[in-house]
Structures are given as C-alpha cells and as structure tokens.
C-alpha cells in the first residue's frame, strides 16, 4: 500500500516543521489584503502559525506578520488568528 505524503509547513514564531493541516494560514493577497485562510486554499502569500501559546503569544509580540509579508499589518488580523486558534482548542 502506498502512503500519501503529508505536507509539512514551517511555523514563523517557533520555526518547527509540523503538517499543514495542524497550522492556521494567514494570507497576503494579489490586492494586498491580510486575512486568515481556514481552508488554507486561498491564493496569494502564506503564512503559518501553530496553535502552542508561545508561537501566538510571539507572533503579537514581534509582529511576525509586518516581516512575513513585510507590510504594515493592522491589528484586527493579529486578533482574529488569536481567536481562530483559540476557538480550534
């Protein structure tokens, strides 16, 4: 039997490896609007953050998000993964 491979994406706060399914992905589209990407199909630039505390707790922190995408980020987007993470637990 032949094993499908299971995506792996990179966390931008902690950098560990972990499969894509387990990770919330923030979007940068082609008209330059920052949004989380349940579905994680959505075109346009990703980025990825896992659900440990830490990793949240930084991604606000640093502004992770102003470096991914290297644009100013508004606020809103760094609560809605904040509460979309949190609703996932």
Known sequence: MIQKR???RTCIACREMKPKKEMLRVV??????IF???TGKAAGRGAYIC??????KKLGDK???HKAFST???ENVYRGVEEEKLGKK
Do not use: I, Q
């Not at 940068?28 to 609007?33: L, P, Q, S, T, V």
């Not at 659900?51 to 949240?56: K, N, V, Y």
């Open 51 to 56: 659900s440990a505390e830490a990793c949240l």
């Open 28 to 33: 940068k589209n082609a008209d330059g609007e």
């Open 72 to 74: 100013e980020v508004p």
């Open 6 to 8: 299971v995506p792996m």
């Open 36 to 38: 989380t990407d349940p």
């Open 63 to 65: 502004k992770l998000l």
